[in-house]
């Protein structure tokens, strides 16, 4: 595809649950970002991958979250016992160099 | 990076030029500066970056004060789908680093 997709679009899951989260970024990007954007709120930032490089874990809020990516493609997003709290869009970005293309996010509801 | 302050909101009527402005008095000499836009319900899109010269292209324009501790973009003339919150951002040019999000200004186009 032309951009960076995501999937699920939207996702409900329970408290306690685990789930997945998935970014296709742009091919041949070499840097993948993952933010997360509360209701009414700007982007966190929550990791890093640039190539083969170890990410840039820095902005996970605790070790319940966390990320893969394998080479330059896909890259999925992983929270483990989830909490209300954790309800908000999970935006992914690629890079090739300076300008970051954003997808259209995934809206995580933890009930 | 860099600090940016930007006003929280304006209004615009349509076909005006929309002027946002950006403060960020602490920008370094190799950072650019960066403008995205956010609208409702979408992942960031990214409008328009400089260094020091005046940039223009099918978006907008971005003017950048010549001590460069200041920055105006420029929609020339508004449509109701320039509704949006527009981030300001300065970083490091050749740099895959994350993006720091502030708050943005929420730009309503208005008929």
């Known amino acids: 595809g032309a951009g960076v997709s995501q999937s699920p679009s939207n996702k409900v899951t329970e408290k306690g649950k685990d789930v997945e989260l998935r970014c296709d970024p742009i091919?041949?990007?070499?840097?993948l970002y993952w933010y997360r954007q509360r209701l009414g709120q700007g982007l966190e930032f929550l990791i890093y991958?640039?190539?083969?490089?170890?990410?840039?874990k820095s902005g996970l809020p605790s070790d319940r979250f966390s990320a893969e990516r394998t080479g330059e493609s896909v890259s999925t997003l992983t929270i483990q016992r989830t909490q209300q709290e954790d309800s908000a869009v999970y935006l992914c970005?690629?890079?090739?160099?300076?300008?970051?293309?954003f997808g259209p996010g995934t809206r995580l509801t933890v009930l | 990076d860099a600090k940016t302050t930007q006003p929280t909101s304006m209004d615009c009527a349509e076909g005006r030029a929309a002027n946002l402005p950006c403060n960020h008095s602490?920008?370094?000499?190799?950072?650019?500066v960066y403008w995205y836009r956010q609208i409702h319900s979408q992942g960031p899109q990214y409008i328009i970056h400089?260094?020091?010269n005046n940039e223009t292209n099918e978006m907008a324009s971005l003017i950048i004060t010549e001590d460069r501790k200041s920055s105006t973009l420029i929609l020339p003339h508004a449509t109701l789908r320039d509704t949006a919150v527009y981030y300001c951002?300065?970083?490091?040019?050749?740099?895959?680093?994350?993006?720091?999000f502030g708050t943005g200004t929420r730009l309503q186009v208005f008929p």
């Open positions: 970005a690629s890079s090739g160099h300076s300008i970051q293309f």
């Open positions: 091919s041949g990007h070499t840097a």
């Open positions: 991958f640039q190539g083969n490089s170890a990410p840039d």
């Open positions: 602490t920008i370094s000499g190799n950072e650019y």
């Open positions: 400089g260094l020091k």
């Open positions: 951002i300065v970083r490091a040019v050749y740099n895959t680093d994350k993006l720091i």
